[in-house]
C-alpha cells in the first residue's frame, strides 16, 4: 500500500510562500494513502487559477484542463474508468464563477467524484479580482469601492442541489481536513469538499487567523445530525456559513453509475471494443 | 413502365405526416427499390407546412428530384406550395375533406379521396393517413399487402385487431383510386425491384451505428437539431453494448466530458450543431493541445446564430477550421452519403486516436435527416485501429514519469490511459514539455508546437477526395462537399450530354486540407466550379488560399434553406460557363 | 395609460393548442397593463425554446436570444436603461441547464429585472428530453428507462442563491399568476417566478390536473411568513416545492442599480456620450 | 553622447522588478525621452525570472531593441538568462549581496552594488529598487532630481518622510556608481531629450481611454491576461463619467450582457484574451445576425488553449475571422502602437454603430502590456459616429411595428433604442424579416443574407492598410500586423542599408480583408514576406485567398512565446531573398 510519500512528485509548487493551496495538497496526498490508493488508480482533474495547478503537484495521473471545466471532465473520467478515484479541485472563481452551472449539476447527477475547491474568496492568479465568495464591500482590484453583490454560500447551494456529501474545512487544519477529503473519497456519490484556504497575496482579510476566528466546528453543536437536511440548512444561515465539518450526507442515494441501466462493474475504458457480428447484424436488420 | 419515380404528402407539423412519408417508403424499401427522402418542416412541435418528399427508384439514388410525379395533400396548403414541382401529367391525391383544387392550367389529374372519412369509418380518422398510403400504392400499381409487414411491426403490440384496421384503411384507399382511375395508370408502373435487403436510414443513424461499430461507448451531449437523433439512437442502443448516453447541462460540459472519457481510454464522442459547436471551441482547443482524441460530430443547419434550425446549410466549414483560438492540429471528415458516414465514423474514431487530436465529422442537415437506402453493411470493413496506444505493462522510470508528450518523428507520441502502473503522467492545456509539466522555455516551445502540427503532414485516410475524373483536359471540373455528392452528379449526366467534358471532385477530408490531391484536378481544368450551401463560398476559398488559380474558380451557391436540386446544380454551372 | 390589449401584437403564436406558455403570455401582457406600463418602455428579453417564441408575442420592445442567455442580455438591457422595465423569460431546460451559471449570479446580482420561467419539466422545441427539472424515473425520449438524474429545485436554489423575491405559480391560474407576477414587476430588485407551465404535447405526467392535485397554495400555511428564510426552505424541502405563492422576498436588499457609486437614475443610454475636453485632458495627464 | 540605449531591470517576480522599471521609466519620461517598454513574466504571482527591459531614445521608437546597454541584476538568474543580449561593453549593476559574476570572457562591466545593504541601512531591504534606480541614473550621467516629482507622486501619501528615504536610497545608489565609475562613463550619456510631456502608456490603457473618449459608457467583463487592466483601468474611470463595469460571472455573460447594453442604445464593450473569445463565438454571431453593435478586444497571448497565458501571441486571427458559426459581417481591426489603439478604439465604436455589426479590436500582448510613449492625444481627433441611429420621434406606423430590419440600399437599417414610442420591434437569432419576425421564406432569407453579408462591401474606415512605398518596384514588400510594425520598420532600415529596395505594409483593417488596397502593393513587388507571430502564416493565407500570387509570398513566422526584435526579422527575410 501506498504511503503518502509516494503521492508526491519531485516538482516545487509555484504558488506564493505561505499559500493555504499548500496544505490543501498535503492532506490530498495523505488521504489518498490513508484510504489505500495506489498512485496510479487516482486520477486529479483541476481548473485553472493558482489551485488549479495542484493537478501537477501531486504524483497521480492529472488532468489541467480549461477554466471552469473540471466536473465535467472528472465526470468524464469516471464513466469511462470507474475503477479509478477521481478528484477535481479548482478555486472559487473555476467552481462558482465560469463553472457554477457544472458544480450544480455535477451534485444533482452524483457521480461517485470528490471536489474539492480551494476557496480563497478571490481570483489568485489573475491578480486579485473579486469571486463570487467575496463579501459585499470586500475591496479587491475590481471592486475598488468594494464588492456590492453578496458571496454565495457554496454549502446552501450544494444542498439545495442535491448533493449528498457537503463538507467545509480549513486549510490551516491538515488533520481535519485530510479526515473529511477520506471520508468524502469513501462516500458512495459526489461528494463537495470547500475548503477555506487563504491567498496571503491578495486577500488580507479572510486570513488564516480571520477563519479561525469566525469558523465554528460543527463539533461544537450538539446532537448536530449530518443526515437532516433542514436543520443542516438552518445551521448554515444562522452562522452565515461559517461553520466546519460534515454538514450533510445521504447514504441511501445511489450514485450515478449504480442507477445506469446495464453499466457494469467493470470499467469501461477495459472492455472490449469489438462489436460481436451477430449484434452489428441485428442492429443493421432494424434499418431494413 | 418507369424505373424511377418521385412522391410527396404534405399537411400541418403533427399531423403524422412524417409517419405516412414513413411507412410509404419503408414497404417500398422492403421490395428492394431504392429511396432518397427530403424532409421540408419547421422550427416548430405543431402546425406550419410540412411536407416529405421519397425518390423511388430501382437504381442507388442520392438526390432529391426535380420534380414530382405523385403529391398527397392533406390540405390545400400542400397543393399550393408544391404543386409547381408536380410534373406534367403528375397525380395529386387529396383529402375530399377540404374541397381540394388544382391552379387553373396546370396539367396534372387530381384524385379526390375522402381520406378522413373513410378513416372514420374504419373507427377513427387518425387511420386517414393510411388511407393515403393506400391510394398511393394503388396509383403505382403495387399490390396492399406490400404492407402488412410494416403495418404488423408498427402496430402489432397493439393488438392484431389494430392491424387489421390499419390493413383495411389502406386497401380502402387503394380501392378507391383503383375503381376511381378505372384501371392501371400506365405512366406510374414501377418496373419490380431486385427485392434486395438494404437497410434504409438517416445520416444520424448511420454515424451513430458507425460510432457503435467504432468501439465509441460514452457518449454526453446536448439535444439540438438536427442532430438529437444520433443521441436517442445511442441511448438505446449503448447500453446494450455496456456503454451509456449523458444528457448535459450544456455543449461546453458535453465536450469537456468527452474529453475526459477519451482520457480515460474510452472511445467518447459528443455531437450538436452550429451554436453547440460554437461553444465547444474552447475546449477544441485544449484536445487540441493535450492531444487528447476525441470526437465531435457537426450536422450543420442554417445559419448565422439560432438561424434556420430546419434547413440545409453548409456554412460551418470555416469555424470547424478555424473557429478555435490559437493553433491546434484537426481533422476533418466529411460523408457524402448516410454509408460514408457509416464508415467514416468508425474513421474519425480511428484518426482521433492514431493522430491523438480532436476529429469533426462535418454532416449537414440533408445527410442528417435525409432518409436514404444504403447498401449492406460490411462488418469485415470495420477496423479499430488505436494507434500508439500503450497496451504492454510498463518499465519502472527513474522519474517515475511517463513521457506523454515524448518527441518523435511523425510527432504522436505513446499514450497510457490511466489506471496503468509506470505511466503516470499530467496533461495540461498549458505548454508543456515531454512529461507534460508546464513550460515556457521558448525551445521547447518551439519543438512542441511543431510537434503538433506536424502530425497532420503525415495524416493518411483513405479517399482524401472522391474524384470522377473521365476526362483529361476537362471543360470543368465541379467540386463539393457533403451530402451534395449525389445531387452534382446528376448534373454533371446532364452537362455531359450537353456535349461538357466534366469531371467531379468530391472534398471529404476537409482538413487538413488535401492540396496534393486536389490541385492536378484544379491544373488540368478549364474551369473550376465549386458547389456549396453556403454564402461565402467557404470550400472555394480554401482552394483558393491553398492551391490559387483563382482566375478559373468559380462558385454556385445556395444558402436560403433548401437543398440543391441536379436541376440548380445544371442551370448555374451552365450559366457560368 | 395602456390596457392588456395595448400589449396584443398581432403575431399567432407558434405553440401547440393547449400549451401551459399562452396563459403566460396573457399574464405578463394583464400585469404589464395592471402595474401602469406603457408597450415602449417594456423589454422582453428570451431564450431559446418553445417558451422563447414569448419575445415575439407581446407588443414590447423584445430580444430574442441565444439558448440559456436571457439573463445576461437582459441585464445589460436594464444597466443601460434603468428606466425601462425589462422582463426576462424562457424554459426550464434554457434557464435551469444552459443558463444555470447565470440564473444564479443574477440572482446574487440583484439588478432590477424579473425573471419567468415557463417551467414544463421537458424540453419542448427538441422534442420532449429530459430537463433539469423532471423528476427521477421520468420517461423522456432521453431517457426511455426513466431518467437517474433527480429534479433540481428552482425555489431552493433562488433562495440559497441570494435571490430577494423568489415565487411560484401555475399557467392554469391566469389570476394568481397574474398577481404574482405584478408583484415581482414592481419589486425592487431581481425577482424570479416560476410557473408550472404544461407541455401538453410531449408531457404526459406533469399535466394542468397533476399540478392542480399537486401543488399547494402558501396562503394554505397559516401565518406563512415571506420574509422568513429559513421556514421558506423548511416548507420547500417539506412539500417538496409544489407550492404557489411568493415564497421568499426581502425588500430590504438594495437593488444593484442603487448601490452602484455613481450610477444616476436617468438611464445610461441617454446621457450625453461626449467628453467634457477638461476631463480629457485630466485623464490624459494621469499618463504623463 | 549616445541618443538612445536599452536598460533591463530582472529579478523574481514579486520583488518588485516591475517597479522598478516603472520608476525609472517615469522619470525618463518627464524628461522628454521617448521609451519603448517590454515585460517579460510568467503565469504565476510570486518567483520565477522576471524582467522588464526599457528602450530610452530621443526619437519615437516602437520596438524592444536587439541588445542591452545595461542590466540591472537582483539575481544571478537575471545576468545568467540575460547577459547574453548585453553589448560589447555593456554595464551590469548588481546587487553584491548574491555575489554576482559575469561568464568567463564576457566583454562588460560589472558593478557590484550593495543594493540590499544600502537599503537596509536607510530602514527597510525594500527600497533596494531605489538604489537600483539611483545607479542606473548615475550611469547614464542624469541628475537624482530627475526623480523628485516620480517619487513624491508615488509615496506622497505615506508622508514626506518615506519620500525622502526614497530619495536618499537613490542618490545612495547614485553615489556609489558615482564613486565607483570614478567620474561619467561617456558612452552611455544620453544626450538631452526635448523634455516634452508626452504619454507613456500601455496598449491597454489606450484601448481603455479610447473606449471613455468614444462614449462607452458600460463594461461586463471577466477578468483574464493580458485584457483585464482595460477593465481595471474602466472600473476606475466609468463612474466618473456615469457609466459601470460589472465583472461577470463569465466570458459568456459577458458578451450577451454587452450586446444587451448595446441593444438598449449605449456604447458598451467587453475584452478578452483567446480562451475568452472562443467561449463567445456563439453569441458574436447573435450580434452578427441580429445587427447589434458590440466592440469587443481580444489581446492575443500564446495559444492555444491556456497555451503561453503571459507570452506574445498573434495566432487568433483566423478564429476571429471565422469562429462563429454561419456567416455575419464582422469587422476586425489591428492597431500597432499605443497611440493607434486609442484612436481605433472610438473607431471601432463607430464602425460598430454605423454597419450595426460586432467590432473586435485586436491586439497582443506585446501591444496590450508593452509601456509606449505616446504623442499627445488630439481631443479634436475624437468623432463620434453613431449611423442609422434614430433620434427623433417617430411616427405611428399602422403595424404599430418598426422595420428594424428594412432593406436599404447599403443593407443598413433605421436602429431605435427600446423607450422609444413608435419603435417597438422584436429582434431575433433566428432568420427574420423586415420587422423582425422569424420567417423561413427562401426568398426573405437570400435577401436577408445579401443585406447582412453585403454591408461590408461599403464599408469605409480612413487607412485599413498603412503603407510606406518609396519604390515603384521593391525587391521585397513586408507585410505585418498589430504590434510588429515599428520592429519591420527597423529592420527594414537595415535591409535598405544593404541595398535592398523595401516597401512596407501594414494591415490595420483585418476584415473585411482589404484587398483592393493590398493588390497592387502586392503585384509590384518581387517577394513579398509577411511577418506575424504564429506557426500556420494566418496573415499570409489571407492574402493568398484573395489576392492570390502564392509563388511570390514567404512568412517570416515566430511562436516562442517572445515578440520579435528587428534583428531577427532582418536576418530572416535576408536569408528568404
Ligand atoms: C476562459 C477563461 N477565462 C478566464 C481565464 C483567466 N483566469 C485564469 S484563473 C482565473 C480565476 C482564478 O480564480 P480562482 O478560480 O478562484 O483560482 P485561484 O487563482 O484563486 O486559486 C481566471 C479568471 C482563463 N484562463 N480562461
Ligand atoms: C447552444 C444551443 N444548444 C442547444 C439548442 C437547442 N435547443 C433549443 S431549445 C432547447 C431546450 C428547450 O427546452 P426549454 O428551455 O425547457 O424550453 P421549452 O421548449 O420546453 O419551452 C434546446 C436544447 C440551441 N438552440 N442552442
Ligand atoms: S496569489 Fe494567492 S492563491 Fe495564488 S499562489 Fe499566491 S497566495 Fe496562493
Ligand atoms: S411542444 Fe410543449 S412546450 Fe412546446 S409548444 Fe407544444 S405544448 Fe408547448
Ligand atoms: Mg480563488
Ligand atoms: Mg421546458
Redesign the pocket.
Known amino acids: 500500500m501506498a504511503t503518502f510519500k509516494e503521492f508526491r512528485n519531485n516538482v516545487k509548487p509555484n504558488?506564493?510562500p505561505?499559500?493555504?493551496?499548500f496544505t490543501v495538497q498535503a492532506s490530498i496526498q495523505r488521504a489518498a494513502a490513508n484510504v489505500g490508493l495506489e498512485p496510479e488508480n487516482l486520477a486529479v482533474i483541476a481548473g485553472i487559477g493558482?489551485?488549479g495547478r495542484i493537478a501537477g503537484y501531486i504524483h497521480s495521473y492529472g488532468f489541467h484542463g480549461v477554466h471552469g471545466r473540471s466536473l465535467p471532465i472528472a465526470q468524464g473520467v469516471k464513466m469511462a474508468n470507474r475503477e479509478l478515484t477521481v478528484i477535481a479541485s479548482g478555486g472559487d472563481g473555476d467552481g462558482f464563477a465560469i463553472g457554477m452551472s457544472h458544480t450544480i449539476h455535477a451534485m444533482r447527477r452524483n457521480i461517485d467524484i470528490t471536489y474539492i475547491v480551494m476557496d480563497?474568496q478571490i481570483y489568485?492568479?489573475t491578480k486579485g479580482q473579486t469571486s463570487p465568495r467575496s463579501s459585499a464591500g470586500f475591496v479587491t482590484k475590481s471592486t475598488p469601492k468594494g464588492s456590492i453583490e453578496s458571496a454565495i454560500s457554496p454549502m446552501q447551494l450544494a444542498i439545495s442541489s442535491g448533493a449528498t456529501f457537503v463538507a467545509q474545512t480549513m486549510s490551516s487544519d491538515l488533520k481535519g481536513m485530510t479526515e473529511i477529503i477520506e471520508k468524502a473519497i469513501n462516500h458512495k456519490g459526489f461528494s463537495f469538499v470547500n475548503v477555506f484556504s487563504p491567498?496571503?497575496?491578495?486577500n488580507k482579510i479572510n486570513t488564516y487567523d480571520w477563519f479561525k476566528e469566525h469558523v465554528k466546528s460543527l463539533s461544537e453543536i450538539e446532537n448536530y445530525d449530518p443526515t437532516n437536511k433542514i436543520q443542516a440548512m438552518r445551521v448554515l444561515m444562522e452562522n452565515e456559513d461559517l461553520v466546519s465539518g460534515i454538514i450533510y450526507q445521504n447514504e441511501n442515494q445511489k450514485a450515478y453509475e449504480d442507477l445506469v441501466p446495464g453499466f457494469k462493474q467493470e470499467a469501461l475504458a477495459k472492455q472490449d471494443l469489438t462489436l460481436d457480428p451477430a449484434q452489428f447484424e441485428k442492429l443493421c436488420a432494424e434499418f431494413m | 413502365m418507369i424505373s424511377q419515380l418521385s412522391w410527396k404528402v404534405g399537411g400541418q407539423q403533427g399531423e403524422g405526416i412524417d409517419s405516412t412519408g414513413e411507412i410509404f417508403a419503408i414497404a417500398l424499401n422492403r421490395k428492394g427499390y431504392y429511396l432518397y427522402g427530403y424532409r421540408h418542416f419547421s422550427s416548430r412541435i405543431k402546425g406550419g407546412h410540412t411536407n416529405n418528399k421519397i425518390r423511388v427508384s430501382t437504381k442507388p439514388v442520392h438526390a432529391i428530384s426535380d420534380d414530382l410525379d405523385i403529391l398527397v395533400a392533406f390540405d390545400q396548403e400542400t397543393i399550393d406550395v408544391n404543386v409547381h414541382e408536380l410534373r406534367k401529367g403528375g397525380i395529386v391525391i387529396a383529402d375530399s375533406k377540404f374541397n381540394p383544387t388544382l391552379p387553373e392550367g396546370k396539367d396534372a389529374r387530381l384524385f379526390n379521396v375522402p381520406f378522413t372519412s373513410l378513416a372514420e369509418e374504419l373507427g377513427t380518422s387518425l387511420m386517414k393517413n393510411m388511407v393515403a398510403v393506400g391510394a398511393s400504392i394503388a396509383v403505382l400499381g403495387l399490390p396492399v399487402d406490400s404492407f402488412t409487414e410494416v403495418v404488423t411491426e408498427l402496430f402489432g403490440r397493439k393488438g392484431q385487431k389494430v392491424v387489421d384496421k390499419n390493413m383495411e384503411a389502406i386497401a380502402k384507399g387503394a380501392e378507391f383510386i383503383n375503381t376511381e382511375a378505372g384501371g392501371n395508370l400506365p405512366e406510374f408502373q414501377l418496373e419490380p425491384a431486385d427485392g434486395q435487403k438494404r437497410m434504409f436510414m438517416i445520416g444520424n443513424d448511420a454515424v451513430a451505428l458507425g460510432a457503435v461499430a467504432a468501439g465509441a461507448r460514452f457518449m454526453p451531449a446536448y439535444p439540438i437539431s438536427p442532430a438529437s437523433e444520433i443521441m436517442e439512437y445511442l441511448i438505446k442502443k449503448l447500453p446494450q453494448v455496456g456503454g451509456t448516453v449523458i444528457q448535459t447541462e450544456d455543449e461546453i460540459a458535453a465536450i469537456t466530458m468527452a474529453i475526459g472519457g477519451n482520457f480515460a481510454g474510452v472511445r467518447t464522442l459528443t455531437a450538436s450543431a452550429g451554436p453547440g459547436l460554437a461553444l465547444m471551441m474552447e475546449a477544441i482547443g485544449l484536445a487540441g493541445m493535450t492531444e487528447t482524441p476525441v470526437v465531435i460530430v457537426d450536422t450543420q443547419r442554417g445559419g448565422p446564430s439560432t438561424g434556420l434550425p430546419t434547413k440545409q446549410e453548409q456554412s460551418d466549414l470555416n469555424s470547424m477550421i478555424y473557429g478555435t483560438h490559437g493553433e491546434i492540429p484537426k481533422i476533418i471528415l466529411a460523408p457524402s452519403t448516410a454509408e460514408e458516414a457509416f464508415y467514416d465514423t468508425i474513421e474519425a474514431f480511428n484518426l482521433a486516436e492514431e493522430y491523438q487530436v480532436p476529429v469533426i465529422l462535418l454532416s449537414d442537415l440533408q445527410l442528417a435527416l435525409g432518409k436514404q437506402t444504403v447498401e449492406t453493411l460490411d462488418y469485415n470493413k470495420i477496423e479499430i485501429r488505436r494507434g500508439k496506444l500503450v497496451d504492454k505493462e510498463l518499465p519502472e522510470t527513474e522519474s517515475g514519469l511517463f513521457k506523454r508528450y515524448e518527441l518523435t518523428e511523425d510527432g504522436v507520441s505513446p499514450r497510457v490511459i490511466p489506471g496503468m502502473k509506470n505511466g503516470i503522467h499530467h496533461v495540461t492545456g498549458v505548454e508543456h514539455n515531454e512529461v507534460g509539466r508546464p513550460s515556457e522555455d521558448s525551445k521547447n516551445r518551439i519543438n512542441m508546437m511543431d510537434k503538433r502540427l506536424n502530425k497532420m503532414n503525415n495524416l493518411k485516410t483513405a479517399n482524401p477526395v472522391i474524384i470522377n475524373a473521365k476526362h483529361n483536359t476537362p471543360d470543368v471540373l465541379i467540386v463539393g462537399m457533403g451530402s451534395n455528392r449525389g445531387t452534382i452528379e446528376e448534373a454533371i449526366e446532364r452537362l455531359e450530354n450537353d456535349g461538357l467534358k466534366v469531371n467531379q471532385l468530391h472534398v471529404r477530408l476537409l482538413w487538413p486540407f488535401p492540396v496534393e490531391e486536389i490541385k492536378p484536378y484544379v491544373e488540368n481544368a478549364k474551369t473550376v466550379i465549386v458547389v456549396e450551401n453556403n454564402a461565402t463560398a467557404q470550400l472555394a476559398n480554401q482552394i483558393k488560399m491553398h492551391v490559387g488559380m483563382h482566375d478559373k474558380i468559380k462558385s454556385v451557391l445556395k444558402y436560403d434553406g433548401n437543398p440543391f436540386l441536379p436541376s440548380i446544380v445544371y442551370k448555374e454551372c451552365k450559366e457560368l460557363l
Open positions: 504558488w506564493c505561505g499559500c493555504g493551496d493558482c489551485s480563497n489568485g492568479l491567498c496571503v497575496t491578495f
